[in-house]
Nanobody, 123 residues
Framework: QVQLVGSGGGLVQPGGSLRLSCAASGTISSMNAMAWDRQAPGKQRELVAYIATGPGGSTYYADSVKGRFTISRDNAKNTVYLQMNSLKPEDTAVYYC???????????????WGQGTQVTVSS
């Protein structure tokens, strides 16, 4: 079993920054990808970014956050970060840390959830 603990949300003004953290524990060898997705009221859940935890650490970003958000990892700490810059009101959502696997050439499957952390972008 894998446990994911997300943190770092809060209230920030438009144009501001926040960094989310997600610490993984348990049977983390069962994962080779970690991600963040978000759920805003009245909107579909959106995959924001993911990163491979193996060699290379390839990344993916949703078009809505490219150039503003950066996902990174610290394998020694089993922690993934989401640096969010130039935040916009439309980034307001509950952000969830996710964990799973992505085989080469295959689809990302996210099996594990952390608790959500609220990000609110408002003046």
């Amino acid at each position: 079993q894998v446990q994911l603990v997300g943190s770092g949300g809060g209230l920030v003004q438009p144009g501001g920054s926040l960094r989310l953290s997600c610490a993984a524990s348990g049977t983390i060898s069962s994962m080779n990808a970690m991600a963040w997705d978000r759920q805003a009221p009245g909107k579909q859940r959106e995959l924001v970014a993911y990163i491979a935890t193996g060699p290379g650490g390839s990344t993916y970003y949703a078009d809505s956050v490219k150039g503003r958000f950066t996902i990174s990892r610290d394998n020694a700490k089993n922690t993934v970060y989401l640096q969010m810059n130039s935040l916009k009101p439309e980034d307001t959502a509950v952000y969830y840390c996710r964990g799973g696997s992505k085989p080469p050439g295959g689809a990302l499957v996210l099996e594990y959830w952390g608790q959500g952390t609220q990000v609110t972008v408002s003046s």
